[in-house]
């Protein structure tokens, strides 16, 4: 049978990109969304005239009761979880003095509670098959952190963080849990970055360029595919050498 893969914000960015190569390569896709209906049935339409199995599903990743039925419902559509991506994120940029408790809540409760709530969640479908892959994706800012984006670059390295224990708990239950670590992607999550920003940004990574959703999409396909069955608790960085 095809494996499942729930893929959180896969309605946008890197998280469709992700769905359309899963797809692509025979998983049955659960499209997680939260604000954009219009673009994850788009995206579900698209995969099935191609030929694939997915489906829209909603889900705010910060909130536990729509997380729980995210999974009751990608298991009750395909029957299985085998793959779970953790993509959904929102990045705030602001000097530290300007942000809020509520910024630091958003932040916190959406890129690590949302991976914290869908691990919880899909564990125990997972130990049913004593297999499955967790990819968690994380930032660059996390390992060395961004200027104007503390919060952001904490609650990543808090991912981080929680790939490598998660790991050594789940390794013996069969279940691999690895991080792709992206650099400066061509997204909406950098659309008010300025031309002369974006520049500088690039002339300091060794390829000078932003990288694109698809690139990042391989890095997920190879740590989901047994071609990387004895790697796990790793940060796989996709970001152009900038981190080195
Ligand atoms: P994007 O284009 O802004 O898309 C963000 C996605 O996350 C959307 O699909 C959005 O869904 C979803 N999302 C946001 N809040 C959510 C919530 N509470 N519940 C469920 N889904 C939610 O961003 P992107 O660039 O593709 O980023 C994807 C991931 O890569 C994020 O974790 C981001 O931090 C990380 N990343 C991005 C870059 C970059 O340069 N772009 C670099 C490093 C890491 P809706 O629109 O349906 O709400």
Avoid at 44 to 53: D, F, M, V, W
Wanted: hydrophobic share 40%.
């Amino acid at each position: 049978m095809n494996p499942t893969a729930v893929v959180t914000g896969g309605s946008r960015g890197i998280g469709a990109a992700v769905c359309r190569l899963l797809a692509q390569r025979g998983y049955r896709v659960i499209i997680n969304y939260n604000r954009s209906p219009d673009a994850a049935r788009a995206l579900e339409t698209e995969l099935i005239s191609a030929g694939g199995q997915a489906i829209a599903v909603p889900a705010d990743v910060s909130r536990t009761e729509d997380v729980r039925r995210l999974f009751r419902t990608a298991e009750k559509t395909f029957g299985s979880v085998d793959l779970l991506v953790n993509n959904a994120g929102i990045s705030k940029r602001q000097v530290l003095t300007d942000a809020t408790d509520r910024d630091y809540e958003e932040l916190m409760s959406v890129n690590f509670g949302g991976v914290f709530r869908c691990c919880r969640e899909v564990i125990p479908y997972m130990l049913k098959t004593h297999s499955g892959s967790i990819i968690n994706i994380a930032s660059v800012w996390g390992i060395c952190g961004a200027s104007c984006e503390a919060l952001y670059s904490a609650s990543k390295a808090a991912v981080i963080g929680f790939t490598k224990a998660l790991a050594k708990e789940l390794g013996p239950s069969g279940i691999r849990v690895n991080c792709v670590a992206p650099g400066l992607i061509d997204t909406e999550m950098n659309a008010s970055l300025t031309e002369e920003e974006l520049r500088a940004f690039c002339s300091e990574c060794p390829i000078e360029r932003p990288g694109t959703v698809q690139e990042v999409a391989a890095a997920v396909l190879f740590l989901a595919d047994s071609a990387s069955s004895f790697t796990t608790g790793q940060v796989l960085q996709v970001d152009g050498g900038c981190a080195i």
